[in-house]
C-alpha cells in the first residue's frame, strides 16, 4: 500500500505538523501587549506625577519646567510638621489596630467565647462600609455636644459637663481610624492564625511551659515576621487614608500628608499642582519603601507556612475569661457598626442635626429630588461596577500569564503592578490627573465617567490580585494539560477548564473592588467634575456644608442600591445554576 | 521511668467514639506500641495520655499518680505531667536554633544554666547532632529536625516518653536508620515508652509489645511475636499481614490437634487447634509464604506416600516481585496466594496453567473464631481485586 491510497481518516490521524520555530510566538506577543498595558495604566501616570513636579502650570496648560514647585513645597516648614503627623497619626492607629486585630483572630481561631463566630461578619460589615459614611456617621456621632453620644450622656443625670467625646480632635480620629482599619488587620492576622501549626503549641505544653508561657515564648515569636508584615502594611494604609483626618482632623487643625495634597489643588488658588505633586513624591517614596521591606519579610515565610491540623478541639476554654472576650466583641459591633449606621440613619431623619423629635423624609425627598445626588448615585454604581470587572481583569491576566508564559519578559507585568500596590489614592487620582490631561486625546476623557474608571481600576488591582492569586497559583499545570491530552483546544482550555477554576475568586474579587470603589474618597476627589460626581464626593460636600442629614439619606439610598444589585445578581446566578443543571 | 495505668479511657467526637474503653497498663521501663489503621484511636488514647485531649471516661495513672480521671474530675495540664513527646510534623520551633529547641523543657524546669549546658551537650551527642547546635532549625534535613525532636523529648528525663508517629514523615531509607536510633536511645535511657504507628515493621522492631487497636477498641495486646504468629481475630490477621483465610469447620479434636474441613471442596486439613477451636464453625488463616508449591507431577515422586495438607490446584496467575514471586493458585473454588523465593532453590518452575500440589504446614494455620467481624472492607476490596488478577 502506498501512501497515496491511504483513506483520509488515517491521513489525518497520522499528520505530521510541521514544527517551525516562529519569530514571535502569541505567548510573547500577549506579554508583550501586556507590558504595554500595565506601562500605560500603571507606570506612564506614575512618570507623569514625578514630571508634574517639575511644572509651573496645571496639568494640560502651558507652562515652564522649573523647580519651584518643588523648593515651594519642602522650604515651607509646615511639611515636616506634617509629616510628623502622619507618621504619629498612623503610628498610634498602628498600635490599636495591631493589638485588636490579633485579640480577635485569636478569640476566633483558638478560643471558645461565645459569640466568637459573629466576629468575622462584623468585621466583613466594617470593611465593606464605605470610609467616607463611616466617618460622617462617627463624625455625627461624636461632634461635641449634638452627636447621639453626647446628647445620651446628657439624658445621664449626675454626670459633669455636657460631653464625653470629641471626634474632631488627635483621640477621635487616631480612634476612629483604627476601629475602621482593625477590620483589614483582623482579615491579615486570620489566616496566619488559622496557618500555625498547633502541634508548636502542644510541644510546648508537653516539654513543661504553661499556656500564657507558650503565648510569649512559642506563638508570639513565631508569628513575628507575619505581624511586622501586618504591621507595615497598616502603617501605608495609615499614611494613606484621606477620609477621616480631612473630615475630622482639619477642623481640628492637623493636617497629615493626604490632606496636605488635597489643600495644596484645593485650598489655594491659584491651584498648586506642581506642590501636590512634589509632595505626593515624597509620600509613594516612603509607601514604596516600606512595602519593598514588607514584601522582603513575608518572603522568608518558613516561620508560618507549616501549618497542622486546624481542628475545632484545640481551643483553649478560658473559664471566666470568656465573658470579658465576648464583652469585647459586643462593645467592637457597637462601636464600628452599629453606632455609626444607626447614627447615619437616626441622622438620615432628622429635620436637623441634633434634633430629636418629629422624625421627618425630608432628607430623603431632598436626596432623591436632586437630580445632581441622583446622578451621583448611577455615576457611583456604574463607575464601581466597571471599574472592579476591569480592575479584577487586569489582576487576572497579569497574574496568570506572570505564572504560565514563557516569555523572559513575563515578570515585567507583575513587577508593574507590584511597584505601585497600595499607592495612597488622592496620588492616582493626581498622577491621572497629569497623565490624560496633558496628551489631547485623553484630555477628552477628563469630565466622564471614564476617567474615574481607569482611576479606580488602577487603584483596585492590589486587592483584586490578593483576591485572585491564590487561586491561580493553585490551578495544577496538570488540570490544564490533562484537558490538552483530552484533545480540547488551548483557547478552550483557557476558557473551560481555567476560566471556569479561576471564576468563583474572580467574583469575589469583582464583589470587593467594586464595594471598595464605590465607597472610595480620595481617587475621585481630584477627578471627579461636575458630571461625574460619584456618590462619596457628593456625601463630602454635602457634610461640609452641614448637610450631614443628607449625607446620611445619601448613605442609606446607595446601600440599598446595593442590596438591589446584589439581590438581581444572586437571582440571576441562581438562575443560571437552575439553567446549567436543566442541561446535564 | 514510670510504670502507666489506663482503664476505661473513652472521647467522643460528637457520635464518633474515637476511643471506647481501652484499658492498658504500661510496665517501668517498657516499650509499648499502638498499632492500628488511620481512625483506630491509638492517637487520641497517646494525646489523652500526654494530656493534650480530655478524655469523658475513665482514668490515667502516670507512676502511680492520677493524671486524669473523670470520675474524680481530676485532670493535669501537659505541663504538669513529666512527659516527653515527638510530634510527627516535630513540631521545632522555628525561632529558636537547635540549642534551644532543645533546652526548652530544661528551662522551663528551671534547670541551671551550667546544667542545662551540660544536659542539652550530652543529648545532642547522643543523637549524634553536637556539631549543629548552633543551626537554625529550618535549615535541618528532615532527618535531622526528627533527631533534633527526639533529643527535646528526651533532655529532661521525664518519666515517660511519648512518640506520635515520628517517622512517618521521612523516606524509607532514612526510616530504617531512625529506628535503629530510637532502639538505641531507648535502651540507653531506659524510660518507659509509648509509640504510636500504622507501621507493623516499626512497631515489630521496636516493641517489648504491642497494642492492637480497632475503632477504638484494643483488639489484642502481645509481644510482636505474637502478634505476627498468633493473631486472634480475623482483623489482626489481616491487618498483619496474612493473606489466605478459609471458612471450615472442626470435624475432629485430640487434644491440640484437630482436622477442618474447608467449606465446598471436601479438603481436609490437619492444623493446632487455638483457643477458638472447640467442634464447630472457623476461619483458618494462612500466610502466603508459610504455603509451598510443586509441579504435581514432582511432588509425590518427591515424599511418596506423605500427602497430609497436601492439595491439588492450577496456576492461574504469577507475579515477579523480585527475588520473589507468587503464584495465585485455585483450589476448588478459592484462590489462594503462594508467596516463594525466585528462582527456587529446588530449581522446579511453574508457570500459568500448570496443575500443581500445595503443602500447607499443619503449624503454620492459624485458627479463628468464625463469627469475627470482617475487616475494613477497603483491604477486603483490595484482596478480591487481586483475586480477580488473571480471569478475564
Known sequence: ?584 | MAAIGIDGLGKRYGALAAVDGVGLSVREGEFLTLLGPSGCGKTTTLRCLAGLEKPDAGEITIGGDVVTSVPEQIFVPPERRDIGMVFQSYALWPQMNVFQNVAYPLRRRRVKRPEVQRRVDQTLELVGLAALADRPVTRLSGGQQQRVALARALVSRPRVVLYDEPLSNLDAKLRAAMRVGIRDFQRELGTTAVYVTHDQVEAMSLSDRIVLMKDGRVQQVGTPRDIYERPRTWFVADFVGYENFFDADIVERAGDRAVARLDGGGIALRCFGGPAAGRGRVRLCVRSTALSVVPADAGTADRPGDRTNTVSGRVRDSMYLGGQIEHHIEVAGTVLRVRGADPDPSGRAVSPGDAVELRIPAESIVVLDADDEAPEPATRGKQDNLDRVGSP
Open chain 1, 1 to 584: 500500500m502506498t501512501a497515496r491510497t491511504l483513506p483520509r481518516g488515517t491521513a489525518r490521524a497520522g499528520r505530521i505538523v510541521r514544527l517551525r520555530r516562529r519569530f514571535l510566538p502569541a505567548d510573547t506577543l500577549v506579554v508583550l501587549l501586556l507590558v504595554l498595558v500595565v506601562g500605560f495604566l500603571f507606570i506612564y501616570p506614575f512618570l507623569m506625577l514625578v514630571f508634574g513636579a517639575f511644572r509651573t502650570a496645571a496639568p494640560g496648560l502651558p507652562g515652564d519646567f522649573s523647580a519651584d514647585g518643588i523648593t515651594g513645597a519642602y522650604k515651607d516648614s509646615k511639611v515636616w510638621g506634617t509629616l510628623r503627623n502622619s507618621a504619629l497619626y498612623s503610628g498610634a492607629v498602628q498600635v490599636l489596630c495591631l493589638t485588636m486585630g490579633a485579640f480577635f483572630a485569636w478569640v476566633v481561631t483558638r478560643t471558645t467565647t461565645p459569640l466568637r463566630r459573629l466576629v468575622t461578619p462584623i468585621m466583613v460589615l466594617v470593611f465593606a462600609t464605605p470610609t467616607i459614611f463611616f466617618t460622617i456617621g462617627w463624625g455625627m456621632l461624636g461632634r461635641d455636644p449634638a452627636g447621639l453620644i453626647n446628647a445620651g450622656y446628657r439624658q445621664v443625670p449626675l454626670l459633669p459637663g455636657d460631653s464625653i467625646v470629641n471626634v474632631e480632635s488627635w483621640y477621635g480620629i487616631i480612634g476612629v481610624t483604627a476601629l475602621k482599619l482593625t477590620a483589614i488587620v483582623y482579615f491579615l492576622f486570620l489566616g496566619s492564625f488559622m496557618g500555625l501549626n498547633r502541634s508548636l503549641e502542644e510541644a510546648s505544653r508537653v516539654a513543661g511551659a504553661g499556656r500564657l508561657s507558650t503565648v510569649l515564648r512559642v506563638e508570639l515569636p513565631v508569628l513575628a515576621p507575619a505581624i511586622t508584615g501586618i504591621a507595615i502594611l497598616g502603617f501605608t494604609a495609615g499614611l494613606s487614608l484621606l477620609d477621616i483626618p480631612l473630615l475630622l482632623g482639619l477642623p481640628a487643625g492637623i493636617h497629615v500628608f493626604p490632606t496636605e495634597i488635597l489643600s495644596h489643588v484645593t485650598a489655594v488658588t491659584p491651584s498648586d499642582y506642581a506642590g501636590a505633586s512634589a509632595l505626593s513624591m515624597l509620600l509613594v517614596a516612603i509607601v514604596i519603601g516600606l512595602v519593598l521591606v514588607q514584601r522582603r519579610l513575608l518572603g522568608q515565610r518558613s516561620f508560618v507556612t507549616v501549618t497542622g491540623k486546624s481542628d475545632d478541639r484545640a481551643r483553649w476554654d478560658i473559664g471566666r475569661w470568656k465573658y470579658a472576650c465576648t464583652a469585647v466583641i459586643v462593645l467592637y459591633g457597637l462601636l464600628a457598626v452599629l453606632l455609626p449606621v444607626g447614627q447615619l440613619v437616626v441622622g438620615s431623619l432628622q429635620p436637623f442635626f441634633g434634633v430629636y423629635g418629629n422624625l421627618t423624609m425630608a432628607n430623603y425627598t431632598a436626596v432623591l429630588d436632586d437630580p445632581e445626588t441622583m446622578s451621583a448615585l448611577v455615576t457611583t454604581l456604574i463607575v464601581s461596577g466597571v471599574a472592579g470587572l476591569a480592575g479584577t481583569a487586569i489582576a487576572v491576566v497579569v497574574t496568570y500569564a506572570g505564572k504560565n508564559s514563557r516569555s523572559r519578559l513575563r515578570s515585567v507585568p507583575v513587577m508593574g503592578v507590584w511597584i505601585l500596590m497600595a499607592l495612597p489614592g488622592i496620588t492616582v487620582g493626581l498622577a491621572i490627573l497629569w497623565a490624560y490631561l496633558a496628551v489631547p486625546g485623553l484630555r477628552e476623557l477628563y469630565s466622564t465617567i471614564w476617567i474615574l474608571v481607569i482611576a479606580l481600576a488602577v487603584h483596585a488591582v492590589p486587592i483584586t490580585s490578593r483576591a485572585t492569586e491564590g487561586s491561580i497559583a493553585q490551578i495544577g499545570t496538570e488540570l490544564e494539560e490533562a484537558a490538552r491530552i483530552c484533545g480540547t483546544s488551548a483557547t478552550r482550555t483557557l476558557v473551560v477548564i481555567t476560566g471556569r477554576l479561576i471564576l468563583p475568586s474572580f467574583l469575589v474579587g469583582w464583589f470587593v473592588a467594586a464595594v471598595l470603589s464605590a465607597g472610595n474618597l480620595d481617587v475621585p476627589i481630584l477627578l471627579a467634575s461636575p458630571d461625574n460626581q460619584t456618590l462619596p464626593v457628593k456625601a463630602y460636600s454635602l457634610y461640609q456644608s452641614g448637610d450631614a442629614g443628607q449625607a446620611g439619606a445619601a448613605f442609606c439610598v446607595m446601600m440599598a442600591s446595593f442590596i438591589v444589585v446584589l439581590a438581581v445578581g444572586w437571582t440571576a446566578s441562581l438562575l443560571l445554576r437552575r439553567l446549567g443543571r436543566g442541561h446535564s
